[in-house]
């Protein structure tokens, strides 16, 4: 083959090709990924964003910025963004991929469009102490966040929720067990903040 197809051909592969299924595909060669963010719309996402290579945790970036991912094998690997505002999406593929080789660095983009937060989040998480512990867990109300099942030591976040003051109830404890600080209790939503909310229920041994 002659050497200047070689070397197109060569070429060609080294950059960003599309792949099927709008999944953008780049091409490493030293398991190396880099991750530009970039941002548009009215409103922001200020806690920024977990990058998951294989759905994996590996690096936190806020938007406008960039990260790269070393030591990563060679092959194809699944690069998603996640931890966006509710008032967030990623424009475009989400996962991306990205193929590394042997030496360079592959360069994946996400833009994130972010309208202007109207609602807010929380963030909850239950903790129980003493024994006999609740192994069954709970049923968690959250005012217009509706009900959900939680385990007996778990998180669980409620968006969309309107600004103000919500009731949390926490149903469904075990007999002997309470929850600290009485049951139901308020929440302050704010518009744009996801607030975190400690819930600790004693039972037994572990009462006060």
Same mark, same amino acid.
């Given at each position: 083959?002659?050497?200047?197809?070689?070397?197109?051909?060569?070429? /060609?592969?080294?950059?960003? +090709?599309? %792949?099927?299924?709008?999944?953008?595909?780049? $091409?490493?060669? #030293? @398991?190396?990924?880099? *991750?530009?963010?970039?941002?548009?719309?009215?409103?922001?996402?200020?806690?920024?964003?977990?990058?998951?290579?294989?759905?994996?945790?590996?690096?936190?970036?806020?938007?406008?910025?960039?990260?790269?991912?070393?030591?990563?094998?060679?092959?194809?690997?699944?690069?998603?963004?996640?931890?966006? /505002?509710?008032?967030?999406? +990623?424009? %475009?593929?989400?996962?991306?991929?990205?193929? $590394?080789?042997? #030496? @360079?660095?592959?360069? *994946?983009?996400?833009?994130?469009?972010?309208?202007?937060?109207?609602?807010?989040?929380?963030?909850?998480?239950?903790?129980?102490?003493?024994?006999?512990?609740?192994?069954?867990?709970?049923?968690?109300?959250?005012?217009?966040?509706?009900?959900?099942?939680?385990?007996?030591?778990?998180?669980?976040?409620?968006?969309?929720?309107?600004?103000?003051?919500?009731?949390?109830?926490?149903?469904?404890?075990?007999?002997?067990?309470?929850?600290?600080?009485?049951?139901?209790?308020?929440?302050?939503?704010?518009?744009?903040?996801?607030?975190?909310?400690?819930?600790?229920?004693?039972?037994?041994?572990?009462?006060?």
């Amino acid at each position: 083959m002659p050497t200047r197809l070689v070397l197109a051909v060569l070429v /060609a592969f080294y950059v960003l +090709v599309t %792949g099927c299924d709008n999944t953008f595909i780049a $091409v490493s060669s #030293d @398991g190396r990924i880099l *991750v530009v963010i970039s941002s548009s719309g009215s409103g922001i996402d200020d806690d920024g964003f977990t990058i998951l290579v294989d759905g994996s945790a590996t690096g936190f970036q806020v938007v406008g910025g960039s990260v790269t991912l070393t030591g990563l094998s060679q092959g194809q690997h699944s690069v998603r963004l996640s931890g966006l /505002a509710d008032n967030c999406v +990623v424009v %475009g593929a989400n996962p991306v991929t990205a193929v $590394v080789g042997a #030496d @360079g660095t592959a360069r *994946v983009s996400f833009t994130v469009h972010c309208d202007r937060a109207t609602t807010g989040a929380l963030s909850i998480t239950v903790t129980t102490l003493g024994e006999p512990a609740d192994t069954d867990g709970y049923l968690l109300a959250v005012g217009e966040g509706g009900v959900r099942n939680i385990a007996n030591n778990a998180t669980e976040k409620f968006v969309g929720l309107p600004p103000g003051t919500h009731l949390v109830l926490l149903k469904n404890l075990l007999q002997g067990c309470v929850l600290d600080g009485g049951n139901p209790q308020s929440a302050l939503v704010v518009v744009g903040e996801t607030r975190a909310m400690a819930l600790v229920v004693r039972c037994g041994g572990g009462m006060r």
